[in-house]
């Protein structure tokens, strides 16, 4: 019987880190209608993640994150399945938010702006969902 405690175990700790995970992207996502502004960001950000992991001059730790990253944005399986409300859809933007809180606080946000690719007022969009705004020059 140890083979299936073993299993037993397996699986509810891989339950629990998944219900651990669940409940930190309910704590980082974005509020109000940031959400619906970081949905709309998407294309200009994806482009935005692989100039910035393509950018030698940033740190390695930086590059390292944006190109798991995009490892994780391409692959066709969600962390959260898209039946469940609210996080369902919304929670490769809150992972693609939160990465690019850390990158933007190591990086700087000039270095962020230098490879947007969008418009100003999708920058500023992106500066207030990485809740960077008050540090932007």
Do not use: K, Q
Request: charge should be positive; hydrophobic fraction near 55%; avoid cysteine.
């Amino acid at each position: 019987m140890t083979g299936w405690d073993l299993l037993i175990g397996l699986a509810a700790a891989l339950l629990l880190a998944w219900l651990v995970l669940v409940a930190a992207l309910l704590v980082v996502r974005p509020r109000g209608g940031l959400l619906r502004e970081a949905l709309r960001l998407l294309p200009d950000v994806l482009r935005l993640i692989r100039r910035l992991a393509a950018d030698r001059t940033l740190p390695r730790g930086v590059r390292v994150r944006l190109g798991l990253l995009l490892a994780y944005l391409a692959l066709p399986i969600d962390l959260v399945p898209d039946f469940i409300p609210v996080l369902g859809y919304a929670d490769d933007a809150i992972i693609v938010t939160a990465v690019l809180r850390s990158v933007v606080r190591r990086a700087g946000l000039d270095a962020v702006r230098a490879h947007w690719p969008g418009t100003d007022d999708g920058f500023a969009a992106l500066t207030r969902l990485t809740g960077l705004r008050e540090s932007a020059p």
